[in-house]
């Protein structure tokens, strides 16, 4: 799934291509909305919220959409043949006579009056590279479930709106932080852990790629993300690799034993390989 940096950036594109344009196209492949059709709205701004992108029309309108695990927005000019992927993908084309804004694989897409908006974002977290960002209000957040484990509570996108699996894994290197130690464990960390994520994210705002070693080259730019095996970059030691998350919702973690040792007890049930869990990798590949 897209991290926020990247929605940031997608949406700085679109606003670009479309903020104060008036669509001369503008229409949806999708059961629910296929009846709408947005040809002569003018569109004010498009804006993130955390993962969410937000096209604001002058009429008080807003279409959300979400990428999720693979979809994705594609700008051409007129004329050009688009290469997002076959037509049946599609959908939604907003077109102006300069732009043409292809979505493909999108999903969550909604059209409400702007005004009801919190009804589709009001229950994110403060946004960590938005306007509304608050570093003590998405601490509490994440203080009220003490028992939680911190590789999950900071991927929550109702305590703080925007981190990515990317991000979680690689701030929590950083902070030397181990994956399913507890919120109450780490009570003193938490702080550092997330204005770390917050830094490394707005370190790649203005390009596509993300790095988190400051080194953009392919196999060097991330510390134990997608390294299962590799040595630590500071040690030596095995990445491990492990599922972490609700059942259905799991995502992939890496961490390193030695550099993330957990200073508290971790739930003997997180090295089982039950699902859900992580199950631990070290041979190298």
């Not at 950036?9 to 949806?28: D, H, S, V």
């Not at 994440?142 to 991000?167: F, M, S, T, W």
Request: aromatic share 6%; with cysteine.
């Amino acid at each position: 799934m897209p991290e926020g940096d990247t929605v940031w950036l997608a949406a700085k594109r679109m606003n670009t291509a479309l903020a104060g344009a008036t669509l001369r196209r503008g229409e949806f492949r999708l059961p629910h909305l296929a009846a709408l059709d947005l040809a002569g709205a003018t569109v004010r701004e498009v804006v993130p919220r955390g993962k969410h992108m937000l096209i604001r029309l002058a009429d008080d309108h807003t279409l959300r959409t979400h990428y999720r695990m693979d979809g994705s927005w594609h700008i051409y000019r007129p004329g050009t043949r688009w290469r997002g992927g076959p037509g049946y993908d599609v959908r939604v084309v907003l077109a102006t006579d300069e732009w043409e804004c292809v979505g493909y694989r999108l999903h969550d897409v909604e059209y409400v009056p702007t005004s009801q908006e919190d009804t589709l974002v009001g229950h994110l977290g403060p946004d960590i590279l938005g306007p509304d960002w608050d570093l003590e209000e998405a601490l509490r957040r994440i203080r009220d479930r003490p028992e939680e484990q911190v590789g999950v509570a900071i991927l929550d996108q109702r305590n703080l709106a925007g981190i990515g699996n990317l991000y979680k894994v690689e701030s929590l290197f950083l902070a030397g932080v181990h994956p399913w130690a507890r919120v109450a464990d780490v009570d003193d960390r938490l702080a550092p852990l997330v204005e770390r994520a917050q830094r490394l994210m707005k370190a790649n705002l203005e390009r596509p790629e993300q790095s988190t070693t400051g080194d953009l080259r392919r196999g060097y730019d991330h510390w134990v993300y997608g390294r299962k095996g590799k040595p630590c970059r500071r040690c030596r030691t095995p990445i491990l690799m492990g599922d972490q998350g609700p059942h259905l919702q799991e995502r992939v973690t890496y961490w390193c034993p030695r550099c993330q040792a957990a200073r508290s007890a971790i739930d003997p049930q997180a090295r089982t390989g039950e699902p859900g869990r992580p199950r631990p990798v070290a041979t190298p590949g």
